[in-house]
């Protein structure tokens, strides 16, 4: 039963829009990211715009889960991303 509205999964209006508009600049963004990964200050700061790049051209990685049935439930293993900021 359609209950009226956008079909689901579909973007309304203006999220369109910002999505065309970011677009166009895309080409300058990821200049500005290589950028950065070549010019940075800081080994934290070239690693994360490597880290986005990598993201960008490859995916993100795939986060793995855990089950152990011995133990009579699923047990689900947490993986965390954390920067670090690095002393230079």
Known sequence: MNKGGRPKGSINKATAELKALAQEYSEEALDAIVDVL???????VKL??????LD?????????VASDEE?????VTM?????VKADN
Request: net charge positive.
């Open 56 to 64: 960008r051209g490859f995916g993100k990685p795939t986060q793995m």
């Open 71 to 75: 133990a009579g439930g699923l047990i």
């Open 48 to 53: 994360q715009a490597a880290g986005m790049l």
């Open 38 to 44: 070549r010019n940075g200050d800081s080994h934290g």
């Open 79 to 83: 993986i965390e991303r954390r920067i």
